[in-house]
């Protein structure tokens, strides 16, 4: 090694500290940079290397029904290479052991041969025999969280009627990726499962014998998708069908591509606002360190070192800190990267195989991305160097140029002491690395907020989603449409408050050549909802806090302690000279701490715009169509972004101060970044030990009982509290209220009114209460929900209508552990059967209270037009007044009428209940199925009684 | 470049011709040399004398190639400097000045030995850096960093670090201005010595009339302009020197 490296090595190995803050700033970039890539190579590798080995369909027709010679047609589609028709239909599931209702999708395998497009993976078990009944292959997700293996039992309610299947498989399907109850927004692998089963035996079960409702295609090499589409939909009109659509718009894949065009954006943000920090942190420190060396810069060009060897020097020093940041942020994302592929893979995208892989162009990548910001950063210093005269170098520089600030110059110095002033000219001398240095903390402010800011936005969608738009307690969906007077029997049920009832119908949006499928919109969900809905993506949050609280951290204290450590270096000497002159050593921390103080505290509100621009960024980039973040930044985020700020300032002042204390004793060595302090420091560290020793200082008194470890050193109480004083654990004070405290939320997210108040609550709910809430329901209806007839219905449980679980636990809150209905979803019919009771009843609503003219799905009406319905169509008296019913006396108050239903509109249907097996009750009523299906779930205690369920019954096809 | 001064002594090392240096900074115009005409030869030792500001600092940098005159030539033996790119003077101090200056300048973050090697790596025959060191009676001190050397010390690192790689010429701008008289003397010797032993011309600014006692020639500069040269008869050696 030559001595120019070995000058660069001990420059950086003297300079550490700032060598590291500048490292973890570029490291923070690194990271997120490498973790978003080699997250989304690996995602990317195994999407298409599971696509094209289970072949999943490039096309999908949904469609009511028809007979399977049609498919003979569509296969003849010009650019259809190979198509597989299906049986799907959706179904409710039971589990023993959970008392939740499940919704799932079954579709069916062929019993000739084997499937030839989205096949399934095996994990376990095998496939379900050809002409097998009761054999279901399960989807992985939920056999998981169920611990169902192959052999076991679960039961499914098909058109009413409940069958016991028997698990001989889990599998992964290409389908499936991604997993989630349609309309709902995050999944839920406990309530939603997918499962596959013989073609013959669902088509059975379904009244689907010699007849599908799902097609699926690839096309031939070269064939143009649209075309295929288009003559699809062509010959499926007449069967029902609901738009053929491509991979692109296939529900599993839409989300998988979503989410890796954000993590691309996450590749690209973050990275970029880090590494310019780096860039500016990097000129700052570098111009400093050129400022210091300028005559070992002239010397070395005194003896005939080149320019170029002097700017490579320069170059190489920049780089090696870059190195070692690159290096520490490879790692970091790697690790980041594997945590997130885990998290992924196992709350979200589920792949049979998901095989993190750090790609070497991933590294190459961060590597000349880093490098070019560190070397563009500092290029004009090292130009400055190389262009430095060497003759110019050997005179001492001049005294820096001073102005008197703005503030001396607005008259105000009066009020201002010598040292305060010397604060302000000296941010004012250089005003434009004053601003960056703010900018700089800003940023750290500004990430520690957009960190923290998905929490935030995320609350606030559960929020709105959960409680104030899907305000419900339950909620039901029909295999059919269904009339308005399920409302109103649903109403009568003993409990219910409340009762809405909206309608979903899908829409394909043209725009000129654009077509666009909207999907979507059942809601739902209940508290239950939100609880896994917590646990799903909490994991998700955590990872994101964690993430954005180092890198945060590493920016704030990379800023700010460049900065003191640059002031210090600076000014060593002339506050060296002040405490010469008589300042006191307080005097000269303020001196020196004012400014950054200053500083910082300047910084904050700027912090708090950067983080808003940022997280503005954010909304804007992920933005996708299945969901965009509200831009809503609470007080806690804004807290946490100026908490990090403070925080990072204070412990590089502390960090300051330690250095800064030399100064004081020994008037200042000429180059504060050159002192070499090793042997002061050993010395210094002697005479503390023997004051220590002494006695002295304010000690630890536990440090003093313990005893010596090497010289000079005392074993550190390592749980010393931060109070500064020793306190003895004792057992069960802290941990274990910790604990209590812990299983206490966890089991019950908002705590529930005691029994006490749950009774009073039920005694309360007035007239104007109702109307309270009425309202509520209303507003909460808001979006474009289309009108008609009612698909599904919303629950809403008063307050105290607990009731027990199956296992007789009080739930001290009516929706607590409780019931989802999977809902609307996206339905696959664009067309109401024409003749059908549906259709009629459409027609008379539409006639009757609807502007003409308005297509459902777009029609949004004033509430009051709503309200004024509400009262015409007969709305329930309130549920309370009534008397409780028995289940079964309104049973044929609602005949459902098999037969109907085929020719009526194809809805996503999700089978409404079940007949209570062990109660033989001949209900049969939709309302009375319901009311079973409640009941059946909250028998025991005195249920019915208590329970009045207010059932929301404004929002039948309204919009706030 | 090659064009040889005529009327050059064959012993001609630097011949200067006319050379003025202005300073501009600003407004104001400072005329740090007013033409300046000089020849220095081979193994002469040569000192600058002169008041402060009188411009010695400017022509000894002029000389070392670091700087540019604002007129007037340079010759050092046929290379003309004057005019040379920064690539070319680069070239001309790594191979022929070795410079040694009133603050030492070394590298605080390497060793002596260290120092010297920084020069002696890219210099085409040096001498090794322990055989430079021990030139200047700092063969036991190899390992030590310039903060834990004494400022006489330092100075006798920066000499060997000047001389290690052989130079023709050796440039010294107030070698002992920071030091008391007998670490003075000290450093002097060295010079002497390497200025003897080598055949070095070597030039030496100082404000010490003392000093100018062990010089062949003795060169008054005053307001950038040569006051007198003065040949001394008889050089008195360094150690017999005080002030
Ligand atoms: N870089 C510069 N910019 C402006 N003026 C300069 C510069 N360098 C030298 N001078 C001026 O040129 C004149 C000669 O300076 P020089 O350094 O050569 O004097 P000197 O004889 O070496 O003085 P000293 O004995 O104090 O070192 C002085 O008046 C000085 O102010
Ligand atoms: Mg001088």
């Not at chain 1, 009511?64 to 799907?88: D, I, N, Q, S, Y």
């Not at chain 1, 009108?787 to 809150?813: H, S």
């Amino acid at each position: 090694m030559n001595a120019l490296d070995r000058k660069l090595f001990r420059d950086l190995w003297h300079m550490r500290g700032q060598v590291l803050a500048i490292a973890a700033v570029i490291m923070g970039g690194v990271a997120t940079m490498v973790m978003s890539l080699s997250t989304y190579d690996s995602l990317v590798t195994t999407r298409d290397r599971f696509y094209g080995e289970y072949r999943l369909a490039d096309v999908f027709a949904s469609l009511k029904r028809a007979p399977e010679p049609v498919a003979a047609r569509l296969a003849a589609v010009p650019g259809v290479e190979r198509l597989e028709t299906r049986v799907t239909a959706g179904v409710k599931l039971e589990v023993a052991g959970f008392s939740d209702p499940i919704t799932g999708q079954i579709l069916s395998l062929p019993d000739v041969g084997e499937a030839q497009l989205n096949r399934l993976y095996f994990k376990r078990g095998r496939t379900v025999q050809p002409w097998s009944t009761d054999e279901v292959v399960l989807s992985d997700t939920f056999a998981d969280v169920h611990h169902l293996q192959p052999g076991d039992t679960l039961a499914a309610i098909i058109r009413g009627k409940r069958k016991k299947l028997t698990v001989v498989g889990v599998a992964v399907s290409p389908e499936y990726v991604y997993q989630i109850a349609p309309g709902a927004m995050f999944p839920d692998f406990k309530r939603y499962g997918v499962l596959w089963m013989g073609r013959n035996a669902l088509g059975i079960a379904y009244d689907m014998k010699g007849a599908f409702n799902q097609a699926s295609l690839t096309l031939a090499r070269g064939a143009n998708e649209q075309d295929v589409i288009d003559r699809v939909d062509a010959i499926l009109a007449d069967y029902g069908g609901t738009g053929a659509y491509g991979r692109r718009d296939q529900f599993s894949n839409r989300f998988l591509s979503e989410e890796l065009k954000q993590l691309r954006t996450m590749a690209t943000v973050f990275p970029a606002i880090f590494l310019g920090v780096a860039a500016f942190l990097l000129n700052v420190v570098l111009s400093r360190l050129i400022a210091l060396q300028r005559e070992q810069i002239a010397i070395l060009k005194a003896f005939g070192y080149s320019y170029a060897a002097i700017g490579a020097h320069y170059v190489k020093m920049v780089l090696l800190m870059a190195l070692l940041g690159v290096a520490a942020g490879v790692a970091l994302g790697a690790w980041f990267g594997q945590g997130l592929s885990h998290v992924y893979s196992e709350t979200t995208f589920r792949f049979p195989y998901l095989d993190y892989r750090l790609q070497p162009g991933t590294v190459l990548i961060a590597l000349a991305v880093s490098a070019l910001a560190a070397v563009s950063g500092t290029l004009v210093s090292v130009m400055r160097a190389v262009r430095l005269p060497p003759a110019e170098g050997m005179r001492p520089e001049m005294p820096a140029s001073y102005r008197t600030s703005l503030v001396e110059r607005l008259g105000l110095q009066r009020w201002l002491a010598a040292p305060s002033r010397m604060i302000l000219r000296h941010i004012g001398r250089r005003p434009l690395k004053s601003l960056l240095t703010v900018l700089g903390i800003a940023c750290a402010c500004g990430l520690m907020m957009v960190g923290n800011y998905q929490k935030g936005a995320i609350d606030f969608m559960v929020d709105v989603q959960f409680r104030q738009a899907s305000r419900e307690d339950l909620a039901l969906a029909f295999i059919d449409p269904t009339s308005g007077r399920a409302l109103h029997e649903l109403a009568a049920l003993p409990g219910v408050e409340f009762v809405e009832g909206y309608r979903d119908v899908p829409a394909i949006l043209r725009f000129g050549q654009y077509r666009h499928r909207a999907a979507l919109f059942g809601m739902v969900a209940n508290r239950t909802a939100v609880q896994s809905f917590y646990a799903t993506i909490g994991e998700f949050i955590l990872f994101y806090n964690l993430v954005a609280t180092v890198l945060a951290g590493a920016i704030g204290f990379g800023v700010v302690y460049n900065s003191a450590r640059i002031a210090l270096s600076e000014r060593g000497r002339e506050l060296a000279s002040l405490r010469v002159l008589g300042f006191t050593r307080g005097e000269i921390a303020y001196i020196l701490l004012g400014e950054l103080a200053l500083l910082t505290l300047a910084a904050i509100p700027v912090g708090f715009l950067v983080g808003v621009g940022l997280v503005g960024i954010l909304v804007v980039a992920f933005q996708s169509e299945l969901y965009r973040l509200p831009l809503i930044l609470t007080p806690e985020n804004y807290a946490m972004g100026a908490s990090v700020v403070i925080v990072s300032a204070l412990l590089s002042g502390q960090a300051l101060l330690r250095r800064g204390r030399r100064f004081g004793r020994t008037g200042g060595p000429r180059d504060p970044l050159h002192a070499a302090g090793r042997a002061g420091r050993r010395r210094r560290n002697h005479a503390r030990a023997a004051y220590r020793d002494r006695g002295g200082g304010r000690q630890d008194p536990c440090a003093r009982a313990l005893p010596r470890v090497g010289p000079g050193r005392r074993l550190r109480a390592a749980h010393r509290p931060q109070g500064g004083r020793c306190r003895r654990r004792r057992p069960g004070s802290r941990s274990d209220r910790t604990g209590a405290f812990g299983r206490t939320r966890s089991a019950h997210p908002r705590p529930g009114p005691g029994p006490g108040q749950r009774r009073a609550g039920g005694a309360r709910g007035g007239a104007g209460q109702r109307a309270r809430r009425r309202r509520r329901g209303t507003a909460g209806a808001a979006g474009a929900r289309p009108r008609g007839i009612p698909a599904t219905v919303e629950f809403r449980l008063r307050p105290g209508a607990g009731y027990r679980t199956q296992r007789g636990n009080p739930c001290p809150r009516g929706g607590a552990g409780r019931a989802i209905f999977g809902p609307g979803g996206p339905l696959r019919s664009g067309k109401r059967a024409r003749g059908s009771r549906q259709h009629r009843a459409a027609a008379a609503r539409r006639r009757g209270r609807d502007r003409a003219g308005e297509g459902a799905g777009c029609g949004a009406r004033p509430a009051r037009a709503a309200r004024k319905r509400r009262g015409g169509s007969g709305r329930p008296a309130p549920a309370r007044d009534r008397q409780p019913r028995e289940p079964g006396r309104r049973g044929g108050s609602a005949v459902h009428r098999r037969g109907e239903d085929r020719d009526r509109l194809e809805s996503d249907s999700r089978p409404l209940g079940r007949r209570p097996p062990d109660r033989g009750q001949g209900a049969r009523g939709r309302a009375g199925r319901l009311y079973e299906n409640l009941g059946a779930r909250r028998r025991g205690a005195a249920g019915a009684r208590h329970r009045r369920f207010h059932v929301a019954a404004s929002g039948v096809g309204t919009a706030g | 470049m090659m064009a040889r001064m005529p009327e050059a002594h064959a012993d001609a090392v630097f011949v200067a011709r006319g050379l003025t240096k202005i300073y501009r900074m600003g407004e104001v115009e400072v005329q740090a040399l007013r033409g300046i005409d000089l020849t220095l030869n081979r193994g002469e030792l040569v000192v600058l004398l002169g008041p402060s500001g009188s411009g010695k600092s400017t022509l000894l940098n002029i000389l070392g190639g670091l700087d540019a005159p604002s007129g007037g030539e340079v010759y050092y033996l046929d290379h003309k400097l004057t005019g040379a790119s920064e690539a070319e003077l680069t070239r001309f101090r790594r191979e022929h000045v070795g410079f040694v200056f009133q603050f030492y300048n070394l590298i605080p973050s390497l060793t002596a030995r260290e120092n010297v090697a920084a020069v002696t790596e890219i210099a085409a025959s040096p001498m090794r850096p322990e055989e430079a060191l021990r030139l200047v009676g700092l063969g036991n001190r190899l390992d030590h960093f310039p903060a834990q050397l004494s400022g006489g010390e330092q100075q006798r690192v920066a000499i060997a670090r000047a001389v290690a790689k052989n130079p023709a010429v050796l440039l010294c701008d107030e070698p002992t201005g920071a030091l008391d008289s007998a670490t003075g003397v000290v450093v002097l010797e060295v010079l002497e010595k390497v200025n003897r032993e080598l055949g070095t011309l070597t030039v030496l600014i100082t404000h010490n009339v003392g000093i100018a006692g062990m010089a062949d020639r003795v060169i008054r500069l005053s307001d950038g302009q040569i006051a007198d040269i003065r040949e001394n008869a008889e050089k008195k050696p360094a150690h017999e020197l005080a002030w």
